[in-house]
């Protein structure tokens, strides 16, 4: 246990500074993810470190993708695009709690909901920020009337199908590493996380109040009960 703990100390504290280094994460994002991750590397080694690593990599990769012209419809994410330490704990916590429940009662179901609630966090920034980048008429889900892009609630064609790659990525990831068993449930997994984000973007149109980590708590939290029940 101390050598696990010592390995992801060391593997979450270089990443972390990494991070930082290259303007993914600002300094509370960084103290935030040294938390989230060593606690995700302690629980489910580095194979769960993996999936956490592609999120936070993908999410940033795709922030950053035509920053300059989100920042001009104003859609752009607050400061220069650096995630902080509440954006670490609105998408990571419910897979935090799966991998935590993983390691205590040695059950792959909450190993694969783990994978589910971070296929749901991915997806929904790759749903956002392409659909903020692509998209010039995005539909409110509940109405499907036409609204600006970056209003809460609001799907595109563009965001969808980046939204459905990025639940697959990441199932596909966990199913290479080995924490899936086949292709099936795989195929489950991707499915939750995607439905994940509608939900998100359900509870979005019609709770604008919520505020947006509060609805992508609750994204990563259906992504993971889904997987549970489906799988």
Known sequence: MASQLSSALLVTGAFATLAYALGMISRSGA???LLVGTTIYVSLGPRGFAIL???VVGGSLLTRLGYGRKQRTGTAQEHGGRRSARNAIANCAVATLCALLAAATGS???TVAFVAALGAAFADT???EIGQLFSRAPRLISTLRKVPPGTDGAISLPGTLAGVAAAGLTSALALTLGMLASPAPAL?????AFLGT???SLIGARYTRIGNEATNVLCTLVAALLTLILV
């Open 108 to 110: 792959e179901a909450f």
């Open 198 to 200: 509608l939900a998100d």
């Open 188 to 192: 489950l997994v991707a499915i939750a």
């Open 53 to 55: 690593a592609l999120f």
């Open 126 to 128: 790759a749903e956002s």
């Open 31 to 33: 103290l935030g993810g």
